[in-house]
């Protein structure tokens, strides 16, 4: 898969998975395991990105005697998630285009 094509996507799954309220790394890797594997790794390189690209705050809270970062949306990350879906549309129809006559058996 194209490396750009790939980034998008997987900045679009972080961002959708906080979208309804913040959340912390685990609770996010844990969200997403059934539509994609992702390490943590890759994933604390994503929010900070995404933080860096203003699309998501961080904010650090104590739990359970621990400092633990929460992750909100911001309104730039949620018209980014409006964008990808409108995007997303023509990536299916070009999809459709490049398979269409192909045989599946």
């Known amino acids: 898969m ?4 790939k980034r998008g996507l997987l900045d679009a799954c972080v961002l959708a998975a906080i979208r309804d309220g913040d959340s912390y790394g685990y609770k996010i890797i844990k969200e ?7 390490s943590e790794s890759t994933l604390y390189t994503i929010l900070k990105r995404l933080e860096g690209a203003k699309l998501l705050t961080v904010e650090a809270a104590a739990h359970e005697g621990r400092l633990r970062k929460y992750y909100h949306i911001t309104e730039s990350g949620l018209q980014r998630l409006r964008d990808f879906q409108t995007e997303w549309k023509e990536v299916v129809s070009v999809y459709q285009f490049v398979v269409r006559g192909e045989r599946h058996e």
Not at 32 to 38: A, F, G, N, S, T
Request: charged share 25%.
């Open 32 to 38: 997403l395991k059934p539509y994609i594997e992702l």
């Open 2 to 5: 194209d490396a750009q094509l």
